[in-house]
């Protein structure tokens, strides 16, 4: 079979496997390859046994793959037979030399665009898919052009901004699609190349175009401000728990200001995952570069509540149970980053679990599909910790739960079979709001919920 266009995508991660399934879903008539150096992961994808776990992923790549959707490690060759090239590897905070801690690692990012010089015999559309500094594009077409042999390169920026557990739904009705080009023929061109692709799908007053710089800042700038939604209503949860105001109440209220809006606005243990602190960081370094210290300090403020309110978490526990933690069993129900995922990247469960563990607590870790990564996360506690799938049976004899993900599966457990198997007094620390505290106090749990007053038996 001829496909009409050839597309490549470099790095098979979270973002690269769902995002070219859901092309190829689309795009009958497009080849789509995915690559990587990993290939662990490229078995895993070529499996029944898909490397991410992720609602409605497993049924796209089972009608798409080996049919126009093809995943390999064989970069070269990739790189050799297809015209347009995504490319979403991972851009980790950089953790070595100048801007350790903050800036991004960008040295996957610059040895992949060297292999498309490489291993390029035609003209390609390189499109930035990974979350970059605003500029990183210049750096690719320096890269990328200093080759004299004619073939040319057009970079674009083309985010996204899929969040993990709904992915699949992000992806077939995205509330836009960002396109960032250089406004030269060339540029529009290429633009308008993968303007196409999505309008098989995506409306197009969705689709929407902008300045290369522009293009990249936004990705930076709509993390930044969803992490600072989350930080500010956090931080108004320890105001709640002081004044004896309840945060869901207060959420709700403010959230009906259609100009304010409802979404993102629950209190939590933190938010977690890969990205929303490293492109803060990463925000916050570039406003460093620039002089901006003021703008610099006020982005890095969302990051430092968000630790605050983890460690925030942990000192409740503490006070609540008598000031001690030591040989006390705590069950944590949850250990991903958010429900609907098995992805434990920047997980608060691993600070939280870190930070019992120094308290000396037993701690029983919980996960209905991130016990593999949590057990790879704690790898160094091994033997201090215990890993039970099963929540009932991992909160038996214990004398707390942490609750610390939303799954669905924890409202409707049986509650008085729970209280009566732990030790006394129990305790649930209900780090998302999601359990009827009424229901757990009335059973005889102490219930201690994020921004709002405990319900206690003493
Ligand atoms: P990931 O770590 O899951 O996947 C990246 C993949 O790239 C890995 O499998 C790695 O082996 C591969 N890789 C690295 N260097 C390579 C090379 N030189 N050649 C071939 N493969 C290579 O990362 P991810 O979560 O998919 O994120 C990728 C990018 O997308 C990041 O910049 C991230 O900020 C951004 N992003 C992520 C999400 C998300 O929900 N995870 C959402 C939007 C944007
Ligand atoms: C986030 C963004 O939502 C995506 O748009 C973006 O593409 C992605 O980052 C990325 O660049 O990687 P993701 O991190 O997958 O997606 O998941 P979110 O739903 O944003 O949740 C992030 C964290 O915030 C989770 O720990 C979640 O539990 C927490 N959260 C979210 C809260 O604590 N309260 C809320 O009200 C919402």
Same mark, same amino acid.
């Given at each position: 079979m001829t496909f009409e266009k050839k597309i490549l995508c470099i790095g098979a991660g979270y973002v690269g496997g769902p995002t070219m399934a859901m092309i190829a879903a689309k795009c009958p %008539?497009?080849?789509?390859?995915?690559? !990587?150096i990993n290939p662990e992961r490229i078995a895993a994808w070529n499996s029944d046994d898909l490397p991410i776990y992720e609602p409605g992923l497993d049924e796209l790549v089972r009608v798409t793959r080996n049919r126009n959707l093809f *995943?390999?490690?064989?970069i070269e060759r990739g790189i050799r037979e $297809? !015209? @347009? @090239?995504?490319?979403?590897?991972n851009t980790p905070t950089k953790s070595f030399g100048l801007g350790a801690g903050m800036a991004a690692d960008l040295q996957h990012w610059e040895k992949t665009a060297r292999q498309i010089l490489e291993f390029s015999e035609t003209s390609k559309i390189v499109i930035e898919k990974s979350t970059l500094p605003v500029k990183t594009a210049l750096a690719m077409e320096r890269i990328l052009n200093c080759r004299q042999n004619g073939i040319c390169f057009d970079v674009l920026? $083309?985010?996204? *901004? &899929? #969040?993990?557990?709904? #992915? @699949? /739904? !992000? &992806?077939?009705?995205? !509330? /836009?699609? &960002? @396109?960032?080009? /250089?406004n030269t023929e060339r540029g529009l061109k290429a633009r308008q190349t993968l303007a196409d692709i999505y309008a098989n799908w995506v409306p197009p007053e969705r689709i929407i175009t902008s300045g290369i710089w522009s293009s990249e800042l936004s990705k930076l700038v709509s993390n930044a401000f969803l992490a600072q939604r989350i930080s500010s209503i956090n931080a108004i949860s320890a105001l709640c728990e002081k004044a004896e105001a309840d945060v869901v109440e207060v959420s709700r209220a403010v959230g009906m200001d259609s100009r304010i809006g409802p979404k993102f606005l629950n209190a939590s243990i933190g938010f977690?995952?890969?990205? *929303?602190?490293? +492109?803060? &960081? $990463?925000l916050v370094y570039l406003c460093?570069?620039?002089?901006?210290?003021?703008? #610099? %300090?006020?982005?890095? $403020?969302?990051?430092?509540?968000n630790d605050y309110q983890q460690e925030r978490f942990v000192r409740n526990m503490m006070g609540a149970m008598f000031n001690t933690l030591a040989g006390k069993g705590i069950c944590l129900w949850g250990f991903a980053f958010k429900a609907n995922t098995g992805d434990t990247r920047e997980s608060p469960a691993i600070f939280i679990a870190r930070r019992l563990l120094e308290e000396q607590a037993e701690v029983v870790v919980s996960d209905p599909k991130a016990l593999q990564n949590a057990r790879s996360d704690l790898a +160094?506690?091994?033997g201090r910790v215990r890993f039970e799938e099963d929540p009932v049976s991992a909160a038996e004899g214990c004398h707390a739960i942490a609750l610390l993900t939303e799954w669905d599966l924890y409202r409707g457990l049986d509650f008085q079979k729970i209280f009566q198997s732990m030790a006394q007094p129990a305790f649930i620390f209900d780090g998302r709001n999601i359990l009827d505290h009424q229901r757990c106090f009335d059973i005889g749990f102490n219930v201690y919920p994020v921004g709002k007053p405990p319900l206690r038996h003493f």
């Open positions: %008539h497009c080849r789509v390859t995915v690559v !990587d *995943f390999s490690t064989e $297809n !015209d @347009i @090239i995504f490319v979403s590897v920026s $083309n985010p996204e *901004f &899929l #969040a993990e557990g709904t #992915a @699949i /739904r !992000d &992806l077939e009705r995205p !509330d /836009r699609i &960002l @396109i960032g080009s /250089r977690g995952g890969s990205c *929303f602190k490293k +492109d803060i &960081l $990463n460093r570069y620039y002089g901006l210290e003021e703008v #610099a %300090h006020y982005w890095e $403020n969302v990051v430092k509540i +160094d506690m091994e």
